[in-house]
């Protein structure tokens, strides 16, 4: 069983950026990937980056180069660093982790999810 907890949303301005951080607790703590979703009113739930393990990343491409996903496997924290932020990055963002290391971008490889932050941009 792993439990996470995400912090770090507020309101921010179009341009600004957010830093949003991710707690996992596990009693034993398994060698997992961990993503970042979203999911804004009325939409599905997006993915947007995952990490594993080792620290290799993978990217939504609409995303790639603002959004950049990191972790600390000895704090058992993952991040997401949010740059240049607009309207449309407006939601509700989760962190999210897999059973496995090997897991991509399909939500449905990640069994715990956080109970989401949110993130609002204002122009």
């Known amino acids: 069983q792993v439990q996470l907890a995400e912090s770090g949303g507020g309101l921010v301005q179009t341009g600004g950026s957010l830093r949003l951080s991710c707690t996992a607790s596990?009693?034993?703590?398994?060698?997992?990937?961990m993503a970042w979703f979203r999911q804004a009113p009325g939409k599905e739930r997006e993915f947007i980056a995952r990490i594993t393990w080792f620290g290799n990343t993978e990217y939504a491409e609409s995303l790639r180069g603002r959004f950049a996903i990191s972790r600390d496997n000895v704090k058992n924290m993952v991040y997401l660093q949010m740059n240049s932020l607009k309207a449309e990055d407006t939601g509700v963002y989760y962190c999210a982790a897999a059973r496995t290391n090997g897991a991509s971008m399909n939500p449905n490889e990640y069994m715990y999810w956080g109970q989401g932050t949110q993130v609002t941009v204002s122009s």
């Open positions: 596990e009693r034993s703590p398994s060698r997992r990937a």
